[in-house]
């Protein structure tokens, strides 16, 4: 079974940052997107940025110009770094890895395990 190793969350006040990382181990094979979704209690989970294979990342409107993410193709590694956070940024952070399959014919998604981010005010 892949697992995909998140690190970084924790507790933070308002104006502050963190630095989120996802590992996928180096024999899931041709990866595509990788990226981070947040849930917060009560709410759907929701997009807040991904990359593509080839750099172009996109990003939930309520993060723009704060947070960036980025990726290290030799270590299979997404990033989320995360500035000028607020209380309303707190919510569980997922890693999520999109792999290429039989020559492009689909997808394996894989999720991490989850990362708690908490921002104080």
């Known amino acids: 079974q892949v697992q995909l190793v998140e690190s970084g969350g924790g507790l933070v006040q308002a104006g502050g940052s963190l630095r989120l990382s996802c590992a996928a181990p180096?024999?899931?094979?041709?990866?595509?997107?990788m990226g981070w979704y947040r849930q917060a209690p009560g709410k759907q989970r929701e997009l807040v940025a991904s990359?593509?294979?080839?750099?172009?990342?996109n990003y939930g409107d309520s993060v723009k110009a704060r947070f960036t993410v980025s990726r290290d193709n030799a270590k299979n590694t997404v990033y989320l770094q995360m500035n000028s956070l607020e209380p309303e940024d707190t919510a569980v952070y997922y890693c999520?890895?999109?792999?290429?399959?039989?020559?492009?014919?689909?997808?394996?998604?894989?999720w991490g395990q989850g990362t708690q981010v908490t921002v104080s005010s």
């Open positions: 999520n890895v999109r792999v290429e399959r039989l020559r492009g014919l689909y997808e394996s998604v894989y």
């Open positions: 180096g024999s899931i094979g041709s990866i595509n997107a």
């Open positions: 990359i593509s294979s080839g750099g172009t990342t």
